[in-house]
């Protein structure tokens, strides 16, 4: 392959088999250039959307693109403390006050993005 897309497909299929088996999300392999943080730095973006959760490294120098990629941002802080607080002790789908609704698997999420900020406070 002559592009890093073109490892899409069994990358998805490892996210996906992660969460059938009830594992957490898996965390991606390594980039081999560690000269080329540019394309790290898009490489860990591209993995964080399909459902990894964090990146393997080779080199120190990478560690700060890795961290930056997977840590959540304030704004997704403030958004998973308003999940969390709207479900409170509830299961399943739920409506939040602006109207959104989510299910079990968003308030998941949720908690494993406080859980991560919480690491790094």
């Given at each position: 392959m002559r592009e890093d897309s073109g490892l899409d497909w069994p990358r998805g299929r490892v996210v996906v088999a992660a969460r059938a088996a009830?594992?957490?999300?898996p965390v991606?392999?390594?980039?081999?250039?560690?000269?080329?943080l540019d394309a790290l730095a898009v490489g860990?973006?591209?993995?964080?959307?399909m459902g990894f959760l964090g990146?393997?490294?080779?080199?120190?120098?990478?560690?700060p693109v890795i961290e930056r990629a997977?840590?959540?941002?304030p704004e997704e802080v403030d958004?998973?403390?308003?999940?969390?607080?709207?479900a409170g002790a509830e299961r399943g789908a739920?409506?939040?006050?602006?109207g959104r609704f989510v299910d079990a698997a968003?308030?998941?999420?949720?908690?494993?993005?406080?859980a991560l900020a919480a690491r790094t406070a």
């Open positions: 009830a594992l957490p999300p991606q392999s390594v980039h081999p250039d560690v000269g080329d860990c973006a591209r993995g964080r959307a990146r393997a490294a080779i080199h120190p120098r990478q560690l997977y840590l959540p941002t958004a998973a403390r308003e999940v969390v607080e709207a739920l409506a939040l006050p602006d968003v308030v998941e999420g949720a908690h494993r993005v406080l």
